[in-house]
């Protein structure tokens, strides 16, 4: 078990982490101090979360270019409430946003499962319409930090225990989703939608009610992340978060999470977040062009297909040596 777990895409990618992060404090040592780790994981937290929910849509042979345009529309959506009504409770605030994001998410589901549209060609249109009424809802303007009551700016930066509440939540979303694609009825059935949808069928898994699930919780977790964003930086605009959806995709790539479907875990997502995440605050310290991180991840998501590729064919061949055996 332990030989097994050492060798695990994960493990990898962790030790890779770590090799990363060494290898970084030769240039700038205070950046593997716990508060600084700890500041960058804070930093990560909405791609944390995003990838988590692209994780799951993924298991079940589909994708979701739609989360950062759902960020940008939840999050304007509850910066404009908050305008209009600034006592208005920050969990409602935030149960609003969930809400907003799940509906956007269950669109995307419907379309799929309905209509059997493939799922780039929904969440690329969805892209486009949830980008146009962010433009619409807000009519091309801004809602600053000084319109924004200081409730719903607080909860992210808050802190328990000495770590911000947006670490707290990502954390949270962690636990609570390991549990369910390792101990739930659903989650199993996410694995077994993109290990085979025949078989799966066949079991009595409704393949396009399983995808509509799994729209509905990335939706969901982009329009809590749409909140987070908005109160922490204290800015909305139409813009917000974009092409983020591609970090996203990057993200899950990295993490192991295999494009055909099936193959996955919570912990690569968030591995593969925490990578791109450990990139993106390091280039800045260490004197390397921010534009040097679109490279660095592009090389990175090629390599992880790559890997991910060899992996699935080395275990075709096993599988065809032992059926050759008998012979």
């Avoid at 332990?2 to 030769?26: D, P």
């Avoid at 025949?198 to 396009?208: E, F, I, S």
């Amino acid at each position: 078990m332990l030989k097994r777990y050492l060798t695990s895409r994960e493990a990898l990618l962790f030790a890779a982490i770590v090799a990363l992060c060494l290898l970084i404090a030769t240039r700038f040592a205070g950046f593997v101090a716990p508060s600084n780790l700890l500041r960058v994981f804070n930093d990560t937290s909405p791609l944390i979360l995003l990838a988590i929910g692209q994780m799951i849509v993924i298991l079940t042979k589909c994708i979701d270019l739609s989360v950062a345009a759902n960020l940008a529309l939840s999050g304007m959506c509850v910066a404009m409430l908050n305008l209009a009504y600034p006592d208005l409770p920050v969990a409602v605030i935030v149960m609003v946003a969930i809400g907003l994001g799940a509906l956007m998410g269950m669109f995307n589901g419907i379309l799929v499962w309905k209509l059997a549209i493939p799922p780039i060609v929904v969440t690329l249109g969805t892209l486009t319409i949830y980008r146009g009424f962010v433009f619409l809802v807000s009519d091309g303007s801004w809602v600053n930090s000084h319109q924004m009551s200081p409730a719903f700016k607080a909860f992210p930066r808050s802190e328990l225990l000495g770590i911000p509440m947006m670490s707290w939540v990502a954390l949270a979303a962690i636990v609570i989703f390991t549990v369910v694609m390792t101990r739930t009825t659903l989650g199993r059935a996410f694995y077994a939608v993109g290990g085979n949808p025949h078989a799966a069928t066949y079991t009595g898994l409704n393949v396009g009610r399983t995808q509509f699930w799994a729209f509905t919780i990335s939706g969901a977790l982009a329009g809590l992340t749409g909140y987070l964003w908005v109160s922490r930086y204290a800015v909305a605009y139409v813009d917000i978060a974009g092409g983020f959806e591609l970090d996203v995709v990057a993200a899950c790539v990295i993490g192991g999470i295999s494009i055909a479907g099936g193959i996955g875990t919570v912990g690569g997502a968030v591995l593969g977040a925490l990578f791109l995440g450990i990139i993106k605050n390091a280039l800045p310290v260490v004197d390397i062009s921010p534009f040097w991180q679109m490279a660095i991840s592009g090389a990175a998501i090629i390599i992880a297909v790559i890997v991910n590729s060899r992996t699935r064919r080395n275990t075709g061949r096993i599988i065809l040596k032992s059926a050759e055996k008998p012979a």
